[in-house]
Structure formats: C-alpha cells, structure tokens
C-alpha cells in the first residue's frame, strides 16, 4: 500500500454500506468507517463527507433504518441498520458485484508474455 488506501470505484459505497451493516448492526456512521477501514486491511478509506450522504441517500430509498443512541463515548449518535429492502438490495449487489469481478480477472494481468 503507498499509504494513501485505494480510491472507491464509482458505485461501490452503498455495497460497502450494507456488507459492513450485515456484519454488524447497529452502527452509527463513524463504526461503519471504522470497520471499512479494518476489514480492508486498511486498504479502503471512506470520506465523512461521502459516507453520511449516501446514509441518508440509502435511509430516502428504504434499504436502511436508523434510530438515535448515544455512541460510547457518550455521544448522541444515528445508528443505522438494514431492512428487509436493504437485504435484499444487498444480495443482489453482492451478485453483481461478484460477475464484476470475475469478468475483469477474466481479462487477465494486462501483462504481454
């Protein structure tokens, strides 16, 4: 790793979203952080400022739920967590994202023998 984490590809956050909220639920958004950053191997950073958007986003279009808790460090914060909507949203963009994959590592290393 150069020390600066990998740039999201266009697309992927909401993905991230509800793997890291299937894991673990509730999480307030500064956890969901958290633990991309962790389970990546610290590969992946996400930007406050494109994570709660897109929180918001998913919440407007019914994959998440969320309700106010106070954080362990005695914070008032929004916990977030999937509904059945975001389930299945979620196992469908898990399918996609599979072909995706396996459609580029199909296309080799890019490297002339």
Known sequence: MDGEGLTLIKGTL???VLKSLAASEP???FEILEWLQHRSGNELRVEEGALYPALHR?????????EWGVSEKGRR?????LT???????????ADWQRYVAAVERLG???AP
């Open 58 to 66: 998913m919440e407007r279009r019914g994959l998440l739920a969320s």
């Open 14 to 16: 909401d993905l991230l």
């Open 109 to 111: 290393d890019g490297i």
């Open 84 to 94: 059945p909507a975001g389930r299945i949203s979620l196992t469908r963009r898990n």
């Open 27 to 29: 999480l307030h958004g």
């Open 77 to 81: 914060a929004k916990y977030y967590r």
